[in-house]
């Protein structure tokens, strides 16, 4: 496999801060790196510009910026969710033969990090790290609906509405309408509009600042599970995405 140069000496100037060094001048990076200080500036600008360095105005020197905090915190918090929700999928699943997943939203999608297959599904399109389009399942929908106008705006400003069944959504304003109703009714669904012949339910797992950061959701054929144990399968979510969220300091 080719290694990208760029990539690869980008990389290397963020391993180059530690505990020891917080801050470095260019000339201590071009010396560590064996770089001339044009080809330095140039990696360094673009590093700064997204925001994974950052310069002291003071002194010039750079150092590591907060988007590397920010990355970080979403991969600790992704492993803690995970584990924490892990049990609360296996009961669930357990109960209802069917398969449960937990899901987090990254960038414009969700992607699933936890899934735990139902003895009675037969469901096999998902799997753990598969992206979720937002528009189109009941975890994305939950996902997005909880967002500040501000963020939500950004996500779906240039959103391309693919459609993947007939019930896909394929419009903002009927995307807007949907998480809406999602909000209202506290659960997202989606009735085959990702895959035909798949129902899948979906709630929110709120932190100790009343913050969306994940959602479980259970996933059933349409064939198998008829109206009302759907109904009784979606109260049961419900529950455990109470339970985990008051295990993470929801103040509910």
């Known amino acids: 496999m080719p290694i990208i140069q760029s990539v690869e000496r980008a990389l290397q100037i963020l391993d180059l801060f530690n505990e020891q060094a917080t801050e470095l001048k260019i000339t201590d990076i071009s010396k560590q790196m064996g770089l001339s200080k044009s080809t330095l500036h140039s990696l360094l600008k ?18 590591l910026g907060m988007k590397l905090v920010e990355r970080g915190h979403f991969v600790v918090s992704s492993m803690d969710i995970r584990q924490k929700a892990k049990g609360w999928l296996t009961d669930l ?21 936890e899934k735990i297959e139902g003895k009675l599904a037969a469901i096999a399109y998902s799997r753990i790290g598969r992206r979720l389009p937002v528009h189109a399942t009941a975890i ?18 240039g959103y391309q509405y693919t459609s993947f069944t007939p019930a896909t959504i394929t419009s903002r304003e009927a995307l807007l309408a949907a998480l809406a109703q999602t909000r209202a009714q506290g659960y997202a669904l989606d009735s085959e509009e990702n895959e035909q012949g798949v129902r899948c339910v979906s ?16 996933s059933t054929l349409t064939s198998r599970v008829d109206d009302d144990a759907f109904s009784r399968f979606r109260g049961m979510l419900e529950e455990a995405g109470l339970q ?9």
Not at 46 to 63: A, R, S
Not at 140 to 157: C, P, Q
Not at 211 to 218: C, D, E, M, N, T
Not at 244 to 252: C, E, R
Request: glycine fraction near 10%; aromatic fraction near 8%.
């Open 93 to 113: 699943s357990q109960r209802t033969g069917q398969t449960t997943h937990l899901g987090i939203l990254d960038g414009r999608e969700g992607v699933y990090i």
């Open 140 to 157: 994305g929908k939950v996902l997005i609906a909880w967002l500040n106008d501000t963020d939500l705006n950004a996500l779906l400003d």
């Open 203 to 218: 709630v929110p797992v709120w932190n100790h600042e009343s913050r969306v950061i994940a959602a479980l959701s259970l």
């Open 46 to 63: 673009t590093l700064q510009l997204h925001g994974y360095i950052d310069q002291n105005p003071e002194n010039g020197k750079y150092c």
């Open 244 to 252: 985990l969220s008051k295990a993470l300091g929801y103040p509910a």
